[in-house]
């Protein structure tokens, strides 16, 4: 999910356009999978049955997901699921770095990086709602470094851009 940020445009517009167009999601939930596994191992932690099949749920598409519709979700599979089993894989997950919440619609990504420290921003497509994670790396620099001349400490950053993805922006111009 992360596109690399250059100084080529052309490279970040095509970066983040391929990311963006309809393709065989399997490889993003795999990679996921993997690292989690990888995160959770490092950090000594337990990926769970339960745990593991929520990230499942929330990696199996770029949309984000709400915590109502995961526990929607998994009670098809568990008809005994609760909301606490939600929020409490939910806070790992987030916790691991596993996940990204996405503030302005209150719900939850996959994280296609967890495996490495990074700062990102989230762009949304308000059309199909699928979100995407992009590297922001200098931007978060740049933007602490910014309030350090205010003697400000900040504690955190949250970007998230909404807007048309390039799939639903060719079907709005060819309608």
């Known amino acids: 999910m992360q596109a690399k940020m250059t100084d080529n445009s052309a490279a970040k ?3 983040t356009d391929e990311m963006m167009h309809r393709h065989d999601h399997s490889d993003c939930l795999h990679h996921a999978m993997q690292a989690a596994e990888t995160v959770c191992t490092a950090q000594n932690i337990r990926l769970t049955p339960a745990r593991k099949r929520i990230l499942e749920l929330i990696c199996s598409n770029h949309q984000a997901i709400g915590a109502y519709q995961l526990l929607d979700q998994l009670k098809q599979e568990d008809h005994k699921a609760k909301p606490a089993t939600i929020y409490r894989a939910l806070d ?3 916790a691991a770095g596993l996940v990204h919440k996405v503030e302005s619609l209150n719900a939850y990504i996959g994280c296609l990086t967890a495996e490495k420290d990074h700062h990102s921003a989230i762009l949304i497509c308000d059309q199909c709602h699928n979100a995407y994670e992009i590297n922001a790396e ?3 620099q740049n933007l602490f470094a910014m309030s350090q001349t205010h003697d ?3 504690k955190q950053l949250i970007l998230e851009l909404h807007g048309v993805c390039t799939n639903c922006k060719r079907d709005l111009d060819q309608n």
């Open 13 to 15: 517009t095509s970066s």
């Open 152 to 154: 400000f400490q900040p």
């Open 92 to 94: 790992f997950l987030m």
């Open 138 to 140: 200098s931007i978060y």
